[in-house]
């Protein structure tokens, strides 16, 4: 099976800190992506990876920076969260289609 | 821009009600279609997908789908529902570019 861990379910910080959500695989899956789950927005695509310290923007990635050092982790970075940045975060893995997603971490900033 | 739209916010059915739920694309190229579900507190879960062949898709818990091309149409089916399958259910497609364009998603409530 497939496993997609998120450092953290849930995360309480202050606007204007750094804020770090980890994403670690373990099927050697060459994609990897951040998303943000709002109500009634569905999905929406931060930011994604093909590669080892390759990223690509995706639709919403004002604000958020991201890295990938080792092709097990992607990590999603709040330069300085903001009060509009609470959300659930997916992040999910794929070699080929489907995506395989974790279990989210769900994130307020006060 | 491609699009996905699910039809239905918010489904509420009593147990043993058949289900269908609604899942448009404006997509013109050769699609792949998935439908994905979120069950409370759990992490997305792949329910079906839909490459090439059948157009008639099974896939876990007794749910299918039936992609209709010329209605871009990909509605996710089943037959008796369970109180079990109270979630929130996504439709997504994949463009050319390989990345998943997303409906909004339906949350599913099931009355016992």
């Known amino acids: 099976d497939v496993k997609v861990t998120q450092s953290s379910r849930y995360l309480v910080k202050r606007t204007g800190e750094k804020v770090f959500l980890e994403c670690v695989q373990d099927?050697?899956?060459?994609?990897m992506f951040w998303y943000r789950q709002d109500p009634g927005l569905g999905l929406r695509l931060i930011y994604f990876?093909?590669?080892?310290?390759?990223?690509e923007k995706g639709d919403i990635p004002e604000g958020y920076s991201v890295s990938r050092e080792k092709k097990e982790r992607f990590s999603l970075i709040l330069e300085s969260a903001s009060t509009n940045q609470t959300s659930m975060y997916l992040c999910?893995?794929?070699?080929?289609?489907?995506?395989?997603f974790g279990p989210g971490t769900r994130l307020t900033v006060t | 821009a491609q699009s996905v739209s699910q039809h239905n916010h918010h489904v509420i059915l009593s147990e043993a009600a058949s289900l269908e739920l609604g899942c448009n694309y404006s997509?013109?190229?050769?699609?792949?279609l998935f439908w994905y579900v979120q069950y409370p507190g759990q992490h997305l879960q792949l329910l079906l997908k839909?490459?090439?062949?059948d157009p008639l898709v099974k896939g876990i818990k007794g749910f299918e789908a039936e992609f209709i091309k010329s209605k871009f149409s990909f509605n996710l089916r089943k037959p008796s529902v369970q109180w079990s399958d109270t979630a929130e259910y996504f439709c997504?497609?994949?463009?050319?570019?390989?990345?998943?364009?997303w409906g909004a998603g339906t949350k599913l409530i099931i009355k016992p």
């Open positions: 999910a893995s794929s070699k080929y289609p489907p995506q395989y």
């Open positions: 099927m050697d899956h060459e994609n």
């Open positions: 990876s093909y590669d080892v310290k390759m990223k």
């Open positions: 997509y013109g190229g050769t699609v792949n």
């Open positions: 839909y490459f090439s062949g």
């Open positions: 997504a497609v994949m463009d050319s570019n390989y990345q998943l364009i």
